[in-house]
């Protein structure tokens, strides 16, 4: 499975804007970008996906490289809501045939000052 | 809006006991997952249902974990004898299908210890 490199935590101050960083150097052709985040005592929940194109949802943004071997997470306005550890993941397709499963590194641990 | 249930969502035990944990997956949704988060890591996928049928086991312990879903709906993961080295959260998390753009809903967890 292609692997993902995330910084081991980041801080960031209340409605400042957040950036986290994720590299993917061996991305295939064929893998989706995924970022789900755990906040603390719950199970991971969804932030965003995607291909080849930025994306954007109410949670958060999501920018790709234009080589696809990085990613940025963005939450626009931090809140003391968003502290969490936040996963970015590569979802494979393998032997045509996707099975779906998830595939977690240690992820980022975002503090946010108030 | 639907959610993932879990129960119990704490679970205490001693070494060598059995322990089951239940997983209610969101309605309709026909792929099923098991994992396992130890304490500072990420979740690991134990087992994969789709439907009734086990699509992915292999980091299954199979001598003494046992995973079932037996009409397709809701599972039950057992372990039979419990070790220290399980103590951790158990996740069940459900989606509507299983390919790379599904969403992932996860419950809130099991938490075990065995003492």
């Known amino acids: 499975d292609a692997k993902t490199t995330q910084p081991n935590s980041m801080e960031s101050n209340e409605e400042e804007p957040v950036h986290l960083p994720c590299n993917h150097s061996?991305?295939?052709?064929?893998?989706?970008i995924h970022w789900y985040r755990q906040l603390p005592s719950q199970g991971p929940e969804y932030v965003i996906h995607?291909?080849?194109s930025n994306v954007n949802n109410r949670m958060a943004s999501l920018a790709i490289a234009e080589d696809r071997k990085s990613s940025t997470l963005i939450l626009h306005r931090a809140t003391l809501r968003d502290a969490a550890v936040y996963y970015c993941?590569?979802?494979?397709?393998?032997?045509?045939?996707?099975?779906?499963?998830?595939?977690f590194g240690q992820g980022t641990i975002l503090t946010v000052h108030p | 809006e639907a959610e993932v249930a879990q129960s119990p969502r704490y679970k205490i035990t001693e070494k060598s006991q059995a322990v089951a944990f239940w997983c209610d997956p969101i309605s309709g949704h026909a792929t099923l997952y098991w994992y396992r988060q130890i304490l500072g890591q990420g979740p690991e996928l134990l087992v994969q249902f789709q439907d009734e049928s086990v699509v992915d086991d292999s980091q299954l312990p199979k001598d003494r974990f046992s995973a079932e879903r037996l009409k397709g709906v809701d599972s039950t993961l057992k372990i039979q004898p419990a070790e220290l080295g399980d103590s951790a959260m158990y996740l069940c998390?459900?989606?509507?299908?299983?390919?790379?753009?599904?969403?992932?809903?996860f419950g809130p967890g099991t938490r075990l210890t065995v003492l």
């Open positions: 061996t991305i295939s052709g064929t893998d989706y």
């Open positions: 993941i590569l979802r494979t397709i393998a032997g045509g045939t996707s099975y779906g499963k998830l595939t």
């Open positions: 995607g291909l080849t």
């Open positions: 998390a459900s989606s509507s299908r299983s390919g790379p753009t599904d969403t992932q809903y």
